[in-house]
């Protein structure tokens, strides 16, 4: 059985490519890190392009360059964070960023990556968006992928379940971490909403009561496994041929702040098409996407 979910992250890893659009990333590592009472640390993977360009391998870095390198992460961290929210570490280490930070949040037993959903054309964005999702694929610890940032406290959070373990998982991270996502517990007419989605295909439109129903009961199961639940619940199922898209719309249509999905299906197909669905969702959401990957102990 998968470990139960920590009530908040206890550790926070964060990547940093030492660019201005990390500076913000690591930023709001910082803040969540600090919200939930975790410690942050902060990696960065030399080089910070990718290091082979059209076939051409880049030379290593003389030791001049390494000893600038080394230099530049605790120069950025200084320059953005003020003294009570610096990291517990920050390291900077040589190879492939991706292969870097998931080696790092073994090393650390991170409970939550901060990644940059990046998008666009420039070289930079795509390199960017390639290693967070290398890292969104591969990780064995939840991810959290920025697309905008974390509106603390949120007060309406979105989950996507396919009724698959690693769905549920998800459905259980959402349950277990609306608190230091949405605060304190509030007054009634200010309570947090999570919506539970699930989506089915045009030719299942008949299974959509009984989804609804299991969706229903799910919610029901997991809010008592965890007690007092300060939140309102509610589900949607729904048909659609284009699943990232039909979440985006979704998403979209009922203002969602954050988006907990899971990562991995059961089997070797159901995981390459449920890896999918959740990379384009945290490229294509209006809003960060907390991805929940498999559980401990599942099939590999």
């Given at each position: 059985?998968a ?9 926070v ?8 659009s990390?500076d913000?990333i690591?930023?709001?590592?910082a ?7 975790a410690?942050?640390?902060v ?5 910070p392009?990718s ?5 051409v391998?880049a030379?290593?870095?003389?030791e001049?360059e ?9 120069a950025?961290?200084r320059?953005?964070l ?8 920050a390291?900077?280490?040589?190879g492939?960023p991706?292969?870097v ?7 650390i037993e991170a409970?939550?990556i901060?990644?940059?959903a ?5 070289v ?5 968006g390639?290693?967070?999702d290398?890292?969104?694929r591969a990780?064995?610890?939840?991810c959290?992928a920025l697309?905008g940032f974390?509106?603390?406290p949120?007060?309406r959070m979105g989950?996507?379940t ?10 259980h991270?959402?349950v277990?971490?609306h608190?230091?996502?949405?605060g304190m517990?509030a007054?009634a007419e200010e309570r947090s909403v999570l919506?539970?989605v699930?989506?089915?295909q045009p030719?299942?439109?008949g ?7 299991r969706?229903?009961a799910l919610l029901?199961e997991r809010s ?5 639940v300060e939140?309102?619940?509610h589900?949607d ?5 284009d699943v990232?898209?039909?979440l ?7 203002g969602?702040e ?12 159901e995981r ?7 990379s384009a969702l945290?490229?294509?959401?209006p809003c960060?996407v907390l991805l929940?990957?498999q ?5 590999s």
């Amino acid at each position: 059985m998968a470990p139960e979910p920590p009530a908040t992250p206890r550790s926070v890893l964060v990547g940093s490519d030492l660019s201005e659009s990390s500076d913000q990333i690591v930023r709001h590592a910082a803040q969540i890190a600090a919200r939930c009472g975790a410690a942050l640390h902060v990696v960065s993977a030399y080089p910070p392009v990718s290091s082979s360009m059209g076939g051409v391998v880049a030379d290593e870095p003389t030791e001049l360059e390494i000893a600038e390198i080394r230099r530049a992460l605790p120069a950025q961290l200084r320059r953005i964070l003020p003294e009570n929210r610096q990291p517990e570490t920050a390291e900077v280490r040589f190879g492939s960023p991706g292969q870097v930070i998931l080696a790092r949040a073994v090393e650390i037993e991170a409970d939550l990556i901060v990644l940059g959903a990046h998008r666009g054309t420039d070289v930079h964005a795509q390199f960017l968006g390639t290693t967070a999702d290398e890292v969104l694929r591969a990780s064995r610890v939840p991810c959290l992928a920025l697309r905008g940032f974390v509106p603390f406290p949120v007060s309406r959070m979105g989950v996507a379940t396919d009724f698959s373990p690693d769905g549920d998982r998800a459905l259980h991270y959402a349950v277990a971490w609306h608190r230091w996502l949405n605060g304190m517990p509030a007054p009634a007419e200010e309570r947090s909403v999570l919506r539970a989605v699930h989506i089915v295909q045009p030719q299942q439109r008949g299974t959509i009561d009984e989804c609804r129903a299991r969706l229903e009961a799910l919610l029901k199961e997991r809010s008592a496994e965890l007690g007092e639940v300060e939140v309102d619940f509610h589900v949607d199922v729904l048909a659609a041929r284009d699943v990232p898209a039909a979440l985006v719309e979704w998403a979209l249509r009922e203002g969602l702040e954050v988006i907990f999905a899971g990562t991995q299906g059961k089997s070797r197909v159901e995981r390459m098409i449920l890896g999918s669905v959740s990379s384009a969702l945290a490229r294509r959401a209006p809003c960060p996407v907390l991805l929940i990957p498999q559980g401990q102990g599942s099939e590999s």
